[in-house]
């Protein structure tokens, strides 16, 4: 069931994403998509799909945290500013929602959150298939009301943070790679812990 919430809460953020191939009569890179299916203390799947030349990415993922009532949506938009497509310094902006299935009379209060995202990313992806990308910015989470259970701390309604993200990348084919990644967001996501952790890996496909 959690694996078909997560292909639904995926297909419904790809309607999201902006018509990016009006331009593919002026420019002769077409749109390319990179699926990517992952697995850690996070696992789920995503997308980032390219407009013509490299000028957005649209990136789209869900995901669950393993052994814990986590779930997550996001969607964000990277804009290169400087460099190459596929190999540029850009900057972010993304929304995710969260949701806390915790199960149980003592839980109180909003299971969702939102939260929103900017910041700066670089890629760099040599001729052979590496990649290293990494992001830095800051975050808002916002809650309805203020949510936990038994004797922790209540999440706030509001909370700020920071977000950093570094992906690597190996490719085995011209289509194939496997890939690393780390995501910490340190607005108050979680009860206890507060921030968000999330360490996997996985295999990217490119369309």
């Known amino acids: 069931m959690r694996v078909w919430a997560l292909t639904s809460m ?25 699926v990517r299916l992952f697995a850690g203390f996070g696992t789920g799947l995503g997308a980032e799909v390219w407009s013509p030349g490299g000028r957005l990415r649209a990136d789209l993922e869900a995901g669950s945290l393993i052994g814990a009532p986590f779930d997550w949506g996001a969607i964000a938009a990277i804009v290169p500013l400087v460099g190459q497509p596929r190999e ?14 915790q199960l149980g009379p003592d839980w109180h209060g909003s299971r969702s959150g939102h939260a929103l995202d900017a910041g700066v990313v670089g890629r760099i992806e040599s001729s052979g298939g590496k990649v290293l990308e990494g992001g830095v ?4 989470l916002f809650r309805g009301t203020p949510a936990g259970c038994c004797d922790n701390a209540f999440l706030p309604t509001a909370s700020a943070g920071l977000r950093f993200a570094l992906l690597s990348e190996l490719a085995l084919t011209d289509s194939a790679a496997l890939f690393i990644r780390g995501v910490l967001r ?9 921030v968000l952790p999330i360490a996997d890996a996985g295999l990217r496909y490119r369309f």
Do not use: C, K, M, N
Not at 137 to 140: A, K, L, Q, V, Y
Not at 186 to 194: C, F, N, V, Y
């Open 137 to 140: 910015g800051f975050e808002g």
């Open 10 to 34: 995926l297909i419904g953020l790809t309607s999201l994403t902006p018509a990016v191939a009006r331009a593919a009569d002026v420019d002769p890179t077409p749109v390319s998509a990179d």
């Open 186 to 194: 340190t607005a108050q996501h979680l009860p206890e812990i507060g």
């Open 88 to 101: 540029f310094l850009g900057v972010r902006a993304g929304y995710q929602l969260d949701y806390i299935g």
